[in-house]
């Protein structure tokens, strides 16, 4: 009898214990979801190993590998190791400002945010410029076809953000980001993004593959994929200033 | 209703029990590499083929017909890191090794006939060690770097032209990635997240064999009765015992978006005849509307280091043997400190289309730069040396104004553009991805007094990631000759009208490893 009065104690300690466990929870608010997705795809620091492969029409492929550097909100520097071709190209992102050295050239040189980055599917922003909190405001949307999944419509607020619109499905059981659909003004799909291969990199849980899809050259997409991703570093302010570059 | 985001789950760490198995985990390494250690380089061939001017006003004999240029090229970059991850330091090299051969040459004759010229040395085609870059930066702290060695400094924003860059040996604007060479120099430098302060001093080289320098700063004590000059002509050194050197503070900064330099150097017979001169340099670069870059980059100082021509000395070769025996000289630096303010100043925009492509303009305002009767006066100088050239006579140091001799000796440029005028206007067009793997450049420099100038078209073929081919062209445009400088026989020529190079055009594969 005493065995039995300890088990029900004990699961009724177990269901209390679930019980505080999962809070009860409404939905998450656009802006919530919208903050979600830059603290997965872009955290506060880290620095990374990022392969990338450039389809083509022709089925060619291109590919590509950089080490990134990310502090804050507003500073992102990339290093090209593959191919040779590019190696010792960097680029580098300021606040709004964006610059790539040239080795060849032995300078810097501005770039616009919506310049391709390396000729691939992505633009300079999505890899360089993830702060969507900063370039959009979000509204949520329905999207009766994905009930596993949040919809999140982006409309821009600055001008220098990439895109004018941005549909935005995230997963709701974690709120991993899924797909992609970027627009212009007009409302032509420029591109399309799928998330896939989600890691664990020490701690940090995010898609480790973005597939791009061109929407206009249809046969053309780009493979990002990451190799590695260290959220502990602390760069220094001055790695991200114009003068560093090349060195 | 707004909830608190760190309510939500956390999409950096949760994930449901069924995704779980799907996510995998990445093992960070144990411990940060504390040196990183990147090379690269590449083999290259160029096969040129160039139409002689013969007939033109400078002389063409050292112009060859075809060239072969073999070019081995290694760049190391080394990192050091702290057991933190901090840099500590770094260096680089950037060394190329060439191997040249040219033939083919032609020249007028003394009746003004095309007349072969028997294949013979000529300096800018030896074979050659080139040091573009080799340097050590010590970091001891955040904001304090201390560099050393030789480096290509360039803080303007000018695209196809720098009047700021005192340091380096001039570009090429037609072909920019022949011109890596630094200077050797040391430079302090303090970097702020919105601002850097920089002080460099540099030191012409002043003997240097194969490309590799044998001195800095003094002209050697040994016996040395010549050496060459930036042209790569032979001067006199015996009696030069003054240090050539060049000094700069330069203020960055980051302001609205905008970058913006602030220059002031100290030269001293360093890449021209000014001794112990000031100047000032400014620059600003901006993106407008994410699409439009303009920049401005202007230099400034009292005096002129052009030479200067007597034009009443050089009408014909007996006034100017007139002059020299009445002990007037027919040329020199007679404006180098005059007191007038002088700037040379490029303004450019850039529109960059979205798809890699980018179309620049520019216009260049030479303030030292030659007016029309002085023009006049240098052209003529130009035709009388031209002549004494073609009678066997050996051209002064500084004759080669407008022609395409290398500005850093045993550096091969195809093309190097000292403006002697007052205005010009350069184009460029770059569309880095014209079709998968094929990229355009085309450039236009054009001297707006006389329409003069050059078109340099470029199309590359990356073949493979590791493999482009080039094809290249290099025309003169002769421009509108009644508008050119008026020379001591009555006949008037264009700025690049005189150029001994109708048209060139090469042939380059590159394998990158």
Redesign the interface.
Known sequence: MKRLSLTIVRLALAGLGAFLAVPA??D??A??LL???D??MG?ESFESVIAMTAH???G?S??YKMRVLKKGDDKFRAWF?E???V??QEMLR????LWVYM?????A????????FQ?GDFNNADVLRVNYQADYSATLAADAGRADAWLLELKAKT??AAYDSIKLW?RK????PLKGEYYTASGKMLRAAEFS??????????P?KIVMKNMIATQRYSIMSW????TK????????????MG? | MAQDAAALPDAGTAATPEQSAEIALVVPADAPQRLLVTTNGWLDSRQSYTRVGWDRLLPSRDVPTWSNLSEANIQLKLRWKDKDGQDVGDGGADVSFLYQKAGGYWTADDTGQQARVADHDVATYHPAAIVSELYGNWRPSEHLQILLGKKRITWGPGITLNPTDLLNPPKDPSDPTLQRAGAWLARVEAPFEKWTLSLVGAAKVTRQYGGIPGSLLYYPDYPALTTLDNNGNKVATADDTRPHFATALRAYGLWHETDINAMVYMTQLYNDAFTWKPRLGLSASHIFANAWELHVEALGQTGSARLQVQGDCVQSLATAVGCVTSGKPVAGYSKLDDGVFRAKAIAGVRYMFGDAAQVSAEYLYNGDGYNSNEFSSYISAVQLMSSAARSGLTLPSGAGLATPAPSDPGSPQRFAFDPVRRHYALLSYQQSQIADDWSVIGLVLMDLEDFSGTLAPTVTWSAREWLSITAAGFMSIPGVQSRGGLAGDGTRYSEFGVNPLVWRAFLSARLFY
Do not use: I
């Open positions: 929870m409404a998450p608010t802006h919530d903050a979600k997705y603290a997965v955290p083509r029409d022709d060619s291109r590919a190791d191919p040779a071709a190696r010792g300021q606040g709004d400002n080795p060849s050239l032995k300078r040189v501005r770039l616009a945010n919506r310049d391709s000729g001008k220098d995230m059981a974690d709120l991993q291969e989600f890691k664990n990199f020490a701690g940090l849980v995010r480790g190799d590695s991703m260290n570093v602390n760069p220094a302010a001055t790695k991200f200033v114009l003068d560093d060195k």
